[in-house]
């Protein structure tokens, strides 16, 4: 025996929309309504002892493939239970009211009318399509939209920016320069953006307070604008006397100032001879030396004076120690003869070194440096320039220092120029018995 109320091909189609929320014209029937929900009936279905009910509602009360007849206790089975098509026809034709009533439709028809009247009603209420979160009769969204809606886009009246409804009252309080703003001394109502304007001297606020344009030379006179110009007509006298008072007082202030500069000038001439003097005398001493330092570049220029004695014996001799910056690396240069073969003279060898510094917990470990060691040309007017005794990109790899150690040579010459007195390929690098080493240090 099959289970449920009844077969579904023999009684069912596709449910019909159900009937809540109508409203008829007149008042329903006994026989329209079913005797368990007290609504109106929603495909009727009529048991074997002649009562009728709710498709859903009869289910509802069934046990198995057998039910007990709500109305009249009577055992009924399932399958006899039929679809009265018929009461549903007289359903489908009762007169309702349009679902919008309340909110206006007058609409009146067929039950079986409801669905197509409401797709077409302009009284259904459907959210704003510009996202106010207000739902709309149909029939008025175009006017919300354009004339209530808070999100609709309008111009400010003063300055035409476009902007939504509800930014406008804050547009206003805050950022809106065209909108009138009342003058606090006239209270006239100007542009907010000239409003500074219209009260300044050049403005044309007659109740605005002004200072006398020769304030600056001591006249403290403070009133309306009118007042202003009878003061400027009638003080004409006084204003010139202050003027003339106060460009007397400034001018003795400049000459105070001319003598004062006359005086810096001539002591910084002093200066510069005194400055002189001592680097001529800088420039006699043993073993003199010049440095200079920009940011990562860093030169050192050695003096080997007294060549012809310091070099006749074969020790090393080493200039005094320098820092690449403060703080920076500790270096030193050390300058040897190196001999040479046969009877030929010694070449000059310069070695750099790395030394253990004060500053040396504050630098980069290892240390990398691009190095260029060379003897300067004394000859302004050769080509050759100066002689490159060791150039390098960067200190060999086995050379870099990974701390600061008592003493490490960073490089030495590779190439060696040959330096006495009596050789010509010298006579442009020895000038009074004086040779110039020069050190290019860039730290990278």
């Known amino acids: 025996m099959q289970s449920g109320l009844f077969p579904a091909p023999r009684i069912f189609g596709k449910r019909m929309a159900g009937n809540e929320d109508v409203v008829f014209v007149k008042c329903l029937d006994d026989s329209h309504k079913c005797p368990i929900c007290l609504d109106v009936l929603k495909h009727a279905t009529l048991t074997e002892c002649g009562h009728e009910f709710c498709h859903d509602c009869l289910l509802a009360s069934a046990r198995g493939d057998r039910l007990q007849c709500p109305q009249c206790n009577k055992e009924v089975i399932v ?6 098509k018929k009461r549903d026809r007289e359903i489908q034709d009762l007169i309702i009211k349009c679902d ?32 106010c979160k207000a739902k709309v009769s149909r029939k008025d969204v175009q006017t919300h939209c354009l004339e209530s809606c808070p999100k609709r886009e309008i111009s400010c009246r003063h300055c035409d920016e476009k902007l939504l409804y509800e930014q406008l009252e804050s547009h ?4 809106c320069m065209q909108i009138p703003d009342e003058c606090s001394y006239c209270k006239k109502m100007v542009a907010r953006e000239s409003i500074e304007a219209h009260k300044g001297r050049r403005g044309s606020c007659p109740e605005s307070l002004l200072d006398c344009d020769f304030q600056r030379v001591g006249c403290g006179f403070e009133g309306k604008r009118e007042a202003l110009m009878r003061h400027l007509e009638d003080e004409t006298a006084q204003h010139l006397s202050q003027t003339v008072v106060t460009m007397a007082t400034q001018n003795d202030f400049l000459q105070k100032l001319l003598r004062d500069l006359k005086k810096t000038r001539k002591e910084l001439t002093t200066c510069r001879s005194q400055l002189d003097e001592l680097q001529y005398w800088a420039a006699k001493t043993p073993n003199w030396s010049i440095t200079h330092s920009d940011d990562n570049h860093f030169v050192y220029l050695w003096k080997l004076d007294d060549w012809s004695s ?76 100066d002689h490159i005794l060791c150039h390098t990109s960067a200190v060999a790899e086995s ?8 003493s490490l ?13 009596t050789n010509r390929q010298a006579s442009s690098f020895i000038k009074n018995n004086t040779v110039l080493v020069k050190l290019v240090v860039t730290i990278s």
Do not use: M
């Not at 206003?172 to 950022?175: I, M, P």
């Open 100 to 131: 919008q009533s309340t909110h206006g439709c007058y609409w009146t028809g067929e039950l079986r009318k409801r669905k197509e009247h409401n797709a077409d009603c302009g009284f259904v209420r459907e959210p704003c399509p510009l996202n």
């Open 172 to 175: 206003h309080q805050d950022s």
């Open 399 to 406: 050379s870099v220092a990974t701390s600061a150690c008592e």
């Open 79 to 84: 399958r006899d239970c039929f679809h009265d």
């Open 310 to 385: 310091k070099f006749s014996s074969n020790g090393k001799h080493l200039s005094s120690t320098f820092y690449t910056a403060i703080p920076g690396y500790l270096l030193r240069l050390a300058a040897y003869l190196r001999p040479s073969s046969g009877d030929a003279s010694p070449y000059l060898s310069v070695d750099l070194q790395l030394l253990k510094g004060e500053f040396d917990e504050h630098e980069n470990w290892p240390c990398t440096f691009n190095v260029s060691l060379s003897v300067v040309n004394h000859d302004q007017k050769s080509a050759k320039g």
């Open 409 to 421: 040579c960073l490089c030495s010459t590779t190439k060696e120029i040959q330096l006495s007195t």
